[in-house]
């Protein structure tokens, strides 16, 4: 699914600035600059929509993950 093209491209937003405001809030993350040699770890937005019995979407979960493998 498309979220940013999308017609939820708006909340999907919403819902990503939400969760960054959360992780700087609770200081689980923070931006630094790195030295020239050392590069940081990718990550990447991960994407839910929480339906009701009647499959219409009432909330976007949206989530930052480290992808630990690389």
């Not at 093209?5 to 923070?30: G, P, R």
């Not at 990718?42 to 019995?53: D, G």
């Amino acid at each position: 699914m498309r979220l940013f093209s999308s017609s939820h491209a708006d909340q999907c937003k919403k819902a990503m600035q939400k969760e960054y405001e959360s992780l700087i809030k609770y200081k689980t993350l923070s931006l630094v600059n790195l030295p020239s040699a050392k590069r940081g770890l990718p990550c990447k937005w991960v994407f839910k929509s929480k339906t009701n019995e009647k499959g219409d979407i009432v909330h976007f979960k949206v989530r930052l993950v480290i992808k630990g493998c690389a």
